[in-house]
C-alpha cells in the first residue's frame, strides 16, 4: 500500500446553540457550544474529520500551526505521530494533548476509509452494538430568547430529568453540581432519585466541594443508587481521604487524565473510577491503552464527555464499542443541543444508547451547510469564557468554594460577554 501522506489541516471553529445555558462549579457553557471542526486531507485524496473544544474558545490558529510539522506524515504511523506532537519533554513547552487528539481522530478516520472499516475494527473490534449515556443533568439558567429551560429548584430538575427520560430513554442520570450551597444541590439529588425509581444516579460537582462537605453530601446519598461520587473534591489525597469517611466508589475525569496520574493512582489508591476522555487523554488510542492497565489492576472505566458534536460523539462511541470492562453509562452533553454538523442531522438516542456508527472511518460526514451556518454564528457570536458565569459578573471560585450561587434568585443573564 502506498503511503497516505498528510498534505493539509483544514480547521474551522463552528458554534452550535444549546437549549440553554449550563452551569458548572467553574463558569457555564453560555448557550452554546464552540468546537473546532478538523479536516486532515491526505496526498491520495482522503479527508478525515476531528474535533476539538469545550473551552469556549477558536482553536483554529492551533492546527495552523501543526501543518508544518505534520504535512508529509503517514497517516497510519500513528505512534509517531504522538511523538511528533506530543513528545513528553516538548509537552512541558507546549502541551498539544488535545490537538493530538483531533488529529489521531481525523487519522483513524482516514485509516478506516481507506480499508473500508469501521474505526472499531481497527481498535480491536466491537463488543456491542450501542452505548448506553446518562442523562446528564445541570443547572440551567433559561434561554434568554424563549424564557424557558431553567433548571434551578428540585422541582425544575426533577421535570428535566423526566422529559429527558421520556425523550430518549434514559436509566441513568448524572448530576452536574458545586454550583448552588451543598445542600441545597444534596435536596435536588435525593428529589431526582426519589422520582425515578430503579434508574441509577451519580453527582459530579467538578471538585468544588470541601472534605467536609463532601462528606456530609456523601453520607446523605448512602441509601440511593450511586453509581459513583465524581470529582466532590480536588486531588487524589483528599479523593483517598474522602473514601476513609463515605464508602461510594470514587470517579474522575479531572485527576488522572494521564498515565502518570494512573500510575500513582494504582500506586495509592484514591479512584475507582477513571472516566476516559477521548479529547482528554489525547486520543481514541491511550483511553485503550488506559482502560487496560484499569481492567488489569481492578479499576472501573467509563465514557466521559468534555462537550462534543458529532464528529468526538463518535469517536465517544467507537471507543465505547471495544472496551471490555466498559462497567458504566457514558456521559454525553450531546442532548442539549439543537443541532448538529453532521450530514442527516444529530444522532438520535433509543432507550438511553446510541447505535455505534458502522461507516468506514468514524462513520460521520460532514453537512457542508450546516458548518457553514454555523461558522456563521461563530463569527458572529465570537467564543465564551467556560471559566466564568454571565449571571456572577467578576465572580470565579476557589477550591473549595465558599461563594455558592443562590438558588433562590431566578435570573436570565445576557450571553455577550
Ligand atoms: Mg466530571
Same mark, same amino acid.
Given at each position: ?7 493539509? %489541516? ?19 457553557? #453560555?448557550?452554546? *457550544? ?57 509537552? !512541558? ?16 478516520? %482516514? ?28 443547572? +440551567? ?28 430513554? *434514559? ?18 439529588? +435525593? ?23 463532601? %462528606? ?17 473534591? #480536588? ?5 483517598? +481521604? ?5 464508602? %461510594? ?26 472516566? !476516559? ?117 467578576? #465572580? ?5 468554594? +465558599?461563594? #455558592? ?13
Amino acid at each position: 500500500m502506498s503511503a497516505t501522506t498528510l498534505s493539509a %489541516i483544514r480547521a474551522t471553529p463552528v458554534t452550535v446553540p444549546l437549549e440553554a445555558p449550563l452551569l458548572h462549579s467553574n463558569g457555564a457553557h #453560555w448557550g452554546r *457550544f464552540v468546537r473546532t471542526i478538523v479536516e486532515v486531507e491526505t496526498a491520495d485524496g482522503y479527508v478525515g474529520l476531528g474535533e476539538m473544544g469545550g473551552g469556549g474558545e477558536d482553536a483554529t490558529r492551533a492546527f495552523g500551526a501543526l501543518a508544518e510539522y505534520l504535512r508529509g506524515h503517514d497517516v497510519f504511523r500513528l505512534e509517531a505521530l504522538r511523538f511528533a506532537i506530543c513528545n513528553p519533554t516538548a509537552s !512541558l513547552y507546549n502541551n498539544r494533548t488535545q490537538l493530538h487528539a483531533a488529529i489521531e481522530f481525523a487519522c483513524l478516520d %482516514i485509516i478506516g476509509q481507506k480499508l473500508g472499516v469501521p474505526v472499531h475494527a481497527l481498535l480491536g473490534g466491537k463488543l456491542r452494538d450501542e452505548v448506553e449515556f446518562a442523562s446528564y443533568l445541570f443547572f +440551567r439558567y433559561a434561554d434568554p430568547a424563549t424564557g424557558r429551560g431553567e433548571v434551578r429548584t428540585a422541582e425544575q430538575l426533577v421535570e428535566n430529568a423526566r422529559a429527558l427520560k421520556a425523550a430518549h430513554g *434514559f436509566r441513568v442520570h448524572k448530576l452536574k453540581g458545586g454550583v448552588y450551597p451543598p445542600a441545597h444541590e444534596l435536596a435536588c439529588y +435525593r428529589a431526582l432519585a426519589a422520582s425515578l425509581p430503579g434508574d441509577r444516579f451519580r453527582y459530579d460537582p467538578n471538585s468544588a466541594l470541601s472534605l467536609a462537605d463532601a %462528606i456530609d453530601f456523601g453520607r446523605g446519598i448512602l441509601d440511593l443508587t450511586n453509581d459513583y461520587f465524581e470529582d466532590p473534591v #480536588w486531588g487524589m489525597p483528599q479523593l483517598a +481521604r474522602l473514601k476513609e469517611f463515605v464508602p %461510594i466508589p470514587t470517579a474522575t475525569n479531572t485527576v488522572v487524565v494521564n498515565f502518570e496520574q494512573l500510575a500513582a493512582n494504582i500506586r495509592s489508591p484514591a479512584v475507582d473510577v477513571i472516566l !476516559l476522555d477521548t479529547t482528554f487523554w489525547g486520543g481514541i488510542r491511550p483511553c485503550i491503552k488506559a482502560a487496560g492497565v484499569c481492567e488489569t489492576m481492578g479499576l472501573g472505566v467509563a465514557v466521559h464527555s468534555s462537550g462534543e458534536l458529532g464528529i468526538q460523539l463518535a469517536t465517544m462511541l467507537h471507543l465505547g464499542a471495544v472496551l471490555p470492562n466498559l462497567g458504566y453509562a457514558a456521559d454525553a452533553h450531546y442532548h442539549h443541543l439543537v443541532d448538529d454538523v453532521i450530514a442527516g442531522g444529530p444522532m438520535k438516542y433509543s432507550g438511553g444508547a446510541i447505535r455505534v456508527p458502522e461507516g468506514n472511518g468514524l462513520g460521520v460526514a460532514l453537512d457542508r451547510e450546516k458548518l457553514k451556518r454555523y461558522h456563521e454564528l461563530f463569527r458572529e457570536l465570537g467564543g465564551y469564557p467556560y471559566d466564568r458565569d454571565p449571571g456572577r459578573p467578576g #465572580w470565579y471560585p476557589l477550591v473549595p468554594n +465558599r461563594n #455558592w450561587a443562590d438558588p433562590a434568585r431566578s435570573i436570565t443573564p445576557r450571553l455577550t460577554r
